[in-house]
């Protein structure tokens, strides 16, 4: 019994501790930039750059981006997922891997979180700018899921589909999932959309949701495909406005080829990637008042060149190599060469979007109390 009463005075300093953080978090800052556009190259590391220019004789486009450094991947779990690694970008905060949180830090391991992070996109909306997604995973794929809901476990396709259909963002256009349900999203006022085709001729006063069929969309290089750099463009055209917009792009087909060791696929998804992130300059190049940031979630397939000066995959599973961070439109994120910590881009996002100067936020659930009352009562009970 002194044991658990020891327990339960620790568990309530904590508790109290938590619920101070929840200080005010709605200070809305001068802001000093329109635009951002933050391209995630799902599992892009340096040696993927390398070893892509080396057998295709390419050149890549953001090698030309002015301000080039790293960012340090690991997660509270150590070595990283996409869903962490998604949550640090998108929130600027650290996170477990998957089964402890997709965009909230549990304290119990059981579902109930103690705190709910803003991301970037709910922060851009709060300040009057447009929010959107365009990935060539699915929707509920952990990378775009981190920057459009709150959830503890990335598995929950259809929870972060519901989620997403109540959510406040512009723009989601992803692989279909095969749940997004195409009533539900036009009673919430989106336009619902399964074609590259009929993206084309929108509505631009409602919001947009895209579930594209079949392989259209893949980063592969296909000749059917709707290409991500297509896409990429089709998006800022419809999210630029008066008062900016933040868009998240990100090529997950890295990440999957990379995974399965498969080399082409892996070059094609990065090339298109390229062409992606060329898009976004292009436009902030001509707009002016656009920042574009380019990186990774983590490094996957632990690439390396041997000593025979090849290239190879030597894993099929993510690394803790940092990941490439490419700056156009400000110097204020990265330093040539620096190695940054993964968390300060959705600081220096948040920052720039002028939501708050203390961004990103993060608000206690009165949720996690009740859970952890009921918790000590049936410990008590027993
Ligand atoms: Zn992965």
Same mark, same amino acid.
């Given at each position: 019994?002194?044991?658990?009463?020891?327990?339960?005075?620790?568990?309530?300093?904590?508790?109290?501790?938590?619920?101070?953080?929840?200080?005010?978090?709605?200070?809305?800052?001068?802001?000093?930039?329109?635009?951002?556009?933050?391209?995630?190259?799902? $599992?892009?590391?340096? %040696?993927?750059?390398?070893?892509?220019?080396?057998?295709?004789?390419?050149?890549?486009?953001?090698?030309?981006?002015?301000?080039?450094?790293?960012?340090?991947?690991?997660?509270?779990? $150590?070595?990283?997922?996409?869903?962490?690694?998604? =949550?640090?970008?998108?929130?600027?905060?650290?996170?477990?891997?998957?089964?402890?949180?997709?965009?909230?830090?549990?304290?119990?391991?059981?579902?109930?979180?103690?705190?709910?992070?803003?991301?970037?996109?709910?922060?851009?909306?709060?300040?009057?700018?447009?929010?959107?997604?365009?990935?060539?995973?699915?929707?509920?794929?952990?990378?775009?899921?981190?920057?459009?809901?709150?959830?503890?476990?990335?598995?929950?396709?259809?929870?972060?589909?519901?989620?997403?259909?109540?959510?406040?963002?512009?723009?989601?256009?992803?692989?279909?999932?095969?749940?997004?349900?195409?009533?539900?999203?036009?009673?919430?006022?989106?336009?619902?959309?399964?074609?590259?085709?009929?993206?084309?001729? *929108?509505?631009?006063?409602?919001?947009?949701?895209?579930?594209?069929?079949?392989?259209?969309?893949?980063?592969?290089?296909?000749?059917?495909?709707?290409? *991500?750099?297509?896409?990429? /463009?089709?998006?800022?055209?419809?999210?630029?406005?008066?008062?900016?917009?933040?868009?998240?792009?990100?090529?997950?087909?890295?990440?999957?080829?990379?995974?399965?060791?498969?080399?082409?696929?892996?070059?094609?998804?990065?090339?298109?990637?390229?062409?992606?992130?060329?898009?976004?300059?292009?436009?902030?190049?001509?707009?002016?008042?656009?920042?574009?940031?380019?990186?990774?979630?983590?490094?996957?397939? /632990?690439? =390396?060149?041997?000593? %025979?000066?090849?290239?190879?995959?030597?894993?099929?599973?993510?690394?803790?190599?940092?990941?490439?961070?490419?700056?156009?439109?400000?110097?204020?994120?990265?330093?040539?060469?620096?190695?940054?910590?993964?968390?300060?881009?959705?600081?220096?996002?948040?920052?720039?979007?002028?939501?708050?100067?203390?961004?990103?936020?993060?608000?206690?659930?009165?949720?996690?109390?009740?859970? *952890?009352?009921?918790?000590?009562? /049936?410990?008590?009970?027993?």
């Amino acid at each position: 019994m002194k044991k658990f009463c020891k327990a339960l005075s620790l568990i309530l300093a904590l508790a109290v501790i938590l619920s101070c953080v929840t200080a005010a978090f709605s200070i809305v800052i001068p802001q000093d930039v329109k635009n951002i556009i933050l391209l995630i190259g799902d $599992g892009m590391g340096e %040696n993927h750059l390398e070893w892509t220019k080396a057998e295709t004789g390419e050149k890549l486009f953001m090698d030309s981006l002015p301000y080039k450094g790293y960012s340090k991947t690991d997660s509270l779990s $150590g070595l990283t997922d996409s869903a962490a690694g998604g =949550t640090a970008l998108a929130c600027g905060y650290h996170n477990f891997n998957s089964n402890l949180g997709t965009l909230s830090v549990l304290i119990n391991g059981q579902g109930a979180t103690a705190f709910t992070y803003m991301n970037v996109s709910e922060a851009a909306i709060k300040t009057g700018k447009k929010a959107g997604i365009v990935t060539s995973d699915e929707n509920s794929g952990a990378t775009p899921a981190s920057f459009s809901v709150h959830t503890y476990k990335r598995e929950l396709a259809e929870e972060i589909t519901k989620q997403q259909c109540e959510s406040e963002l512009d723009l989601i256009w992803a692989i279909d999932n095969g749940i997004s349900d195409k009533a539900e999203f036009e009673s919430k006022g989106w336009t619902y959309s399964t074609t590259e085709e009929e993206l084309r001729n *929108l509505d631009k006063s409602k919001r947009s949701f895209a579930a594209i069929s079949g392989s259209i969309c893949y980063d592969t290089g296909d000749e059917k495909d709707a290409p *991500l750099s297509g896409l990429t /463009a089709l998006a800022i055209d419809r999210l630029d406005n008066d008062r900016g917009f933040f868009l998240m792009v990100e090529g997950a087909h890295i990440d999957k080829n990379s995974h399965s060791n498969i080399k082409e696929g892996m070059m094609k998804s990065l090339l298109e990637f390229d062409k992606a992130v060329e898009t976004a300059v292009d436009f902030a190049k001509k707009d002016g008042n656009t920042i574009v940031i380019v990186t990774a979630d983590h490094e996957t397939g /632990a690439i =390396t060149k041997g000593k %025979n000066g090849e290239y190879g995959f030597t894993s099929g599973d993510h690394s803790r190599a940092d990941v490439p961070l490419r700056v156009f439109g400000s110097d204020g994120l990265v330093k040539d060469g620096e190695h940054i910590v993964n968390t300060e881009v959705g600081k220096f996002i948040g920052k720039k979007i002028g939501y708050d100067g203390r961004f990103p936020s993060m608000k206690f659930n009165p949720a996690f109390l009740k859970e *952890l009352f009921s918790a000590i009562i /049936a410990g008590i009970k027993k």
